[in-house]
C-alpha cells in the first residue's frame, strides 16, 4: 500500500488501512488489482488527505535515524 500510494509508513497509513479494509468488506469478489485502482482513484481525489508530507519522508534526508557504528 505505501509503495503505490508513494508514502512511508506512519499515522496516516492507519486510516487509509482501515479504509482499504472497508473497501474489501465491502467488495468481498474483487481482488487486489481493483483495490489497488480504487486505492489509487482515492489518493488522486484527495480522499485521503494531503500525502504530501508522508511521501516527502519516504527517501527524504532524515526520514530514517542513521546508527552510528563503533
Same mark, same amino acid.
Request: proline share 4%.
Given at each position: 500500500?505505501?509503495? $503505490?500510494?508513494? $508514502?512511508?509508513?506512519?499515522?496516516?497509513?492507519?486510516?487509509?488501512?482501515?479504509?482499504?479494509?472497508?473497501?474489501?468488506?465491502?467488495?468481498?469478489?474483487?481482488?487486489?488489482?481493483?483495490?489497488?485502482?480504487?486505492?489509487?482513484?482515492?489518493?488522486?481525489?484527495?480522499?485521503?488527505?494531503?500525502?504530501?508530507?508522508?511521501?516527502?519522508?519516504?527517501?527524504?534526508?532524515?526520514?530514517?535515524?542513521?546508527?552510528?557504528?563503533?
Amino acid at each position: 500500500m505505501c509503495g $503505490i500510494l508513494g $508514502i512511508s509508513p506512519g499515522p496516516v497509513v492507519k486510516g487509509i488501512l482501515d479504509r482499504v479494509i472497508e473497501w474489501q468488506l465491502e467488495n468481498p469478489g474483487l481482488g487486489v488489482e481493483e483495490c489497488n485502482v480504487w486505492l489509487k482513484e482515492q489518493a488522486d481525489t484527495g480522499a485521503f488527505g494531503d500525502l504530501g508530507a508522508a511521501a516527502q519522508a519516504k527517501g527524504g534526508e532524515g526520514s530514517r535515524k542513521k546508527r552510528k557504528v563503533v
